[in-house]
């Protein structure tokens, strides 16, 4: 499974998707579906777990699936996106936003910084009682904000308390689905935002997150630049080891309700440690039935 789920993908020559069917006893199998990130995203995985229970339900009764006509192709919509003019008004923003000296996190660590990456990692999981998840529910709505923005600010926290940096960029992404002919398209919709926030020591918590959400409705209403435009234009300082305009990733989502395969078998939602990490740190938050977990990556080297 490991070996499986590790594949590098080349992306010339051969598909970007891979199946396999490993049998564990008499009537126990594991079906493990690996797919490279540039042809999904979470989006895209909701509409492929519906389209999966929906055939294998189809081929239980013995009829053949029949796949709907889509009104639009992946390749039609890259090659619209590619077409787009630069956004001068979202352009200027980010210029504004991430100008000067970029910060670059520095937080303690155990062995000396390699000059490439291995990108190896682990991560550490956490799920919160229902009583606790209620409780920051209900801050969220004595702050009069989204939960995606409080615990991005409780993050903010974490990271100054351990760096002692005030100024501080989380990389954070975002779907850019605008078109509702794009709702059951599969394919890699996502681009990058840069959260750019100053954590200063002596301001409370409502202040802050007063501040985390301004710069997010900001960064969110500035979205239409790509992120290789963003790098190209601003030209940060750039080193083969780190990203950049970032160490650190924020991510929140929902878990989308599982579909059924039927009367006995179901489908639950688990992380998988691939022994990755893509950047110094990720905070991944979910929330699943008004309960809330975090899994924070890292990279081990």
């Known amino acids: 499974i490991t070996k499986k789920s590790k594949h590098t993908f080349k992306l010339s020559e051969e598909p970007l998707l891979q199946t396999t069917v490993i049998k564990v006893a008499e009537n126990t199998y594991l079906f493990l579906i690996v797919m490279h990130h540039i042809i999904t995203d979470k989006w895209s995985m909701k509409v492929f777990r519906k ?85 920051f529910f209900d801050l969220c709505k004595k702050m009069g904000t989204t939960p995606y ?33 794009l709702e059951n398209l599969i394919g890699f919709f996502n681009d990058t935002l840069v959260l750019r926030n100053t954590v200063a020591i002596n301001t409370s918590f409502s202040t802050l997150i007063e501040s985390v959400k301004k710069t997010t409705l900001d960064a969110f209403s500035n979205k239409d630049i ?38 006995n078998i179901k489908i639950s939602y688990e992380p998988y440690d691939a022994g990755v990490a893509k950047f110094d740190l990720t905070l991944y938050i979910s929330e699943d039935n008004d309960a809330l977990m975090s899994l924070m990556e890292y990279a081990t080297d």
């Open 51 to 135: 389209e999966l229970a929906d055939n294998y339900e189809q081929l239980l009764k013995g009829v053949t699936p029949k796949q709907a006509p889509l009104n639009i192709q992946y390749s039609s919509y890259a090659y619209w996106q590619q077409k787009q003019p630069v956004n001068k008004e979202h352009l200027a923003y980010w210029q504004q936003k991430l100008a000067g000296n970029l910060p670059t996190l520095n937080i303690s660590t155990d062995y000396p910084k390699k000059t490439h990456p291995s990108y190896k990692g682990a991560f550490h999981k956490k799920t919160y009682s229902k009583e606790t998840s209620n409780s």
């Open 149 to 181: 923005v409080t615990m991005l600010s409780v993050y903010y926290v974490l990271l100054q308390k351990y760096s002692g940096q005030q100024d501080i960029l989380i990389g954070t992404p975002i779907t850019k689905r605008e078109q509702t002919n």
């Open 226 to 263: 790509s992120f290789d435009t963003l790098v190209k234009t601003i030209k940060p300082k750039r080193s083969l080891g780190e990203h950049p305009f970032f160490k650190a990733m924020f991510l929140y989502h929902k878990v989308p309700e599982t579909p059924t395969l039927g009367n």
